[in-house]
């Protein structure tokens, strides 16, 4: 016997959902305050904060904005700087190979130590 029936709970459709809520929505709220009541303060609350909350978000960028000025022109101002030391580091050791080769071809031969 085959059967193409779920073996769980069946899903309800979007229908079904919207039915059972449709007489929810459709309460008049008949004790207690009015929704504009209930609201208004918050609205209020919320365009009050809005101006500060606006401010902050801007000084915060501003801040932000001239940390990375500021590290940009500090990394163009100690690349020449960066860039010489390595070179001038890298340069060393070729500069000490070839003084202690200069040493060995221009030494007599029973002088060199190992």
């Known amino acids: 016997m ?11 459709t ?3 959902i919207l039915r059972e809520i449709q007489p929810l929505v459709e309460v008049i709220p008949v004790a207690g305050p009015p929704a504009a009541a209930l609201l208004g303060p918050w609205l209020l609350l919320a ?15 501003l801040v932000a904005v ?7 022109v500090a990394a163009l101002l100690a690349s020449p700087y960066l860039l010489v030391r390595r070179l001038r580091a890298h340069r060393e050791p070729e500069a000490q ?3 202690v080769t200069a040493g060995l071809v221009g030494a007599p031969p029973g002088s060199v130590r190992a």
């Not at 001239?66 to 940009?72: E, F, K, P, R, T």
């Open 2 to 12: 085959l059967t193409t029936d779920p073996l769980g709970p069946r899903r309800p």
């Open 14 to 16: 979007a229908r079904e």
């Open 47 to 61: 365009l009050m904060l809005t101006g500060p909350f606006a401010l902050l978000v801007t000084l915060a960028v």
């Open 66 to 72: 001239g940390a990375l000025l500021v590290a940009a």
């Open 97 to 99: 190979a070839r003084a």
